[in-house]
T-cell receptor
């Protein structure tokens, strides 16, 4: 079976750092996506990790550990506009992405 | 512009109505998808079309009927829906049938009354 777990909700303060975790148990695995989705809008691509380690892209970084079935998205210098849902999705091969339920992040002043 | 356009953005329909959702992608992709997003649930894959052939149908009720006339257009025909079908319906496309990054449309917010 395919299972993706991530926290339902998180709250963090403007200017702070927040880490959103994602664990996965899948039959087959090529890599892990992170998407950002603002309320009422389409998901937009943030990152795709294939190899273990941390990949940094501006204020956002994504980490993957294949052996542990674990990933996280790190957001630095939080801004109010970062309030959104963050979706973790596994690329399991010849079928479309398997999505988690998403983590709703609220950034407060 | 996202490259994937969905219409309408919002739709309210009665349980006896027939309506269609439309999706168009301008990215030259070969695969298109319909997803359903309900509150507090994962994105649920409904249908996959690759090179205009349906390759996956995840046990979706027959009241949802997809159509893919060409690689750029995808429709979801709706009839005799139930209130629990109210959700955000997202269209997505990708270069191939699963490995590459998916690009999403803005979604259609459907309310069944």
């Amino acid at each position: 079976g395919q299972n993706i777990d991530q926290p339902t909700e998180m709250t963090a303060t403007e200017g702070a750092i927040v880490q959103i975790n994602c664990t996965y148990q899948t039959s087959g695995f090529n890599g892990l996506f992170w998407y950002q989705q603002h309320a009422g809008e389409a998901p937009t691509f943030l990152s795709y990790n294939v190899l273990d380690g941390l990949e940094e892209k501006g204020r956002f970084s994504s980490f993957l550990s294949r052996s542990k079935g674990y990933s996280y998205l790190l957001l630095k210098e939080l801004q109010m506009k970062d309030s959104a849902s963050y979706l973790c999705a596994a690329d399991v091969g010849n079928t479309p992405l398997v999505f988690g339920k998403g983590t709703r992040l609220s950034v407060i002043a | 512009e996202t490259g994937v356009t969905q219409t309408p953005r919002h739709l309210v329909m009665g349980m006896t109505n027939k309506k269609s959702l439309k999706c168009e992608q301008h990215l030259g992709h070969n695969a298109m998808y319909w997803y359903k997003q309900s509150a507090k649930k994962p994105l649920e894959l409904m249908f996959v079309y690759s090179l205009e052939e349906r390759v996956e149908n995840n046990s979706v009720p027959s009241r949802f009927s997809p159509e893919c006339p060409n690689s750029s257009h995808l429709f979801l025909h709706l009839h005799t829906l139930q209130p629990e079908d109210s959700a955000l319906y997202l269209c997505a496309s990708s270069q191939d049938g699963g490995f590459s990054e998916a690009f999403f449309g803005q979604g259609t917010r459907l309310t069944v009354v």
